[in-house]
């Protein structure tokens, strides 16, 4: 078992911050990560099998609502490389100056943050509504192989440019 990590034990330079309790990519991101050598914090709030391989550190948070995507923002630099389906981390994490990117590929930008945003309150809403009447709204449809393909391309692609900036940043 790798050791658990402790506050702040990820470091700084590039990394990859992931917000691991319903991450589907996490074998890519372990895959890309051993590529490039950049270490992942795989942030949680329980416990699940991780790769034993120094580059990977298991955070386990508490069970406090929020608890790993405020670990995860307060580790947030231009350095640091996202990977969640949470809206509202992505925001925080785009705030901080962090890249983001979703598990389908997906890059969230300052410019398409807003919208995200709105779409998940019109979501919250609408489940909110229904159910009274027996209808049901989904949540977004399960990964298919072509969206692992756009994510892994996508997360090199991103460590690759994050890489070269920080290799460009004077010391």
């Not at 658990?4 to 991101?29: N, S, W, Y």
């Not at 590529?35 to 949680?44: D, K």
């Amino acid at each position: 078992m790798p050791p658990m990590a402790t506050i702040g034990d990820i470091g700084t330079g590039l990394r990859i911050l992931v917000d691991a309790d319903a991450c589907p990519v996490k074998e890519e991101i372990y895959k890309v990560a051993f590529r490039h050598a950049v270490p992942v914090a795989i942030v949680s709030n329980s416990h699940f099998r991780v790769p034993a391989h120094p580059l990977v550190r298991q955070v386990v948070v508490d069970d406090g609502f929020d608890a790993a995507d405020d670990w995860i923002a307060a580790r947030v630099d231009s350095d640091a490389l996202i990977v969640t389906t949470d809206i509202l981390l992505a925001d925080r994490g785009l705030k901080a100056g962090g890249t983001v990117i979703a598990p389908n590929g997906k890059p969230f930008t300052t410019a398409s943050i807003g919208s995200a945003i709105a779409t998940r309150a019109i979501m919250a809403n609408l489940r909110a509504g229904i159910g009274q009447g027996g209808e049901q709204i989904g949540g977004p449809p399960p990964l298919c192989k072509s969206d692992r393909s756009q994510f892994l391309q996508v997360l090199d692609r991103e460590i690759v440019r994050l890489g070269r900036q920080v290799r460009s940043t004077p010391s």
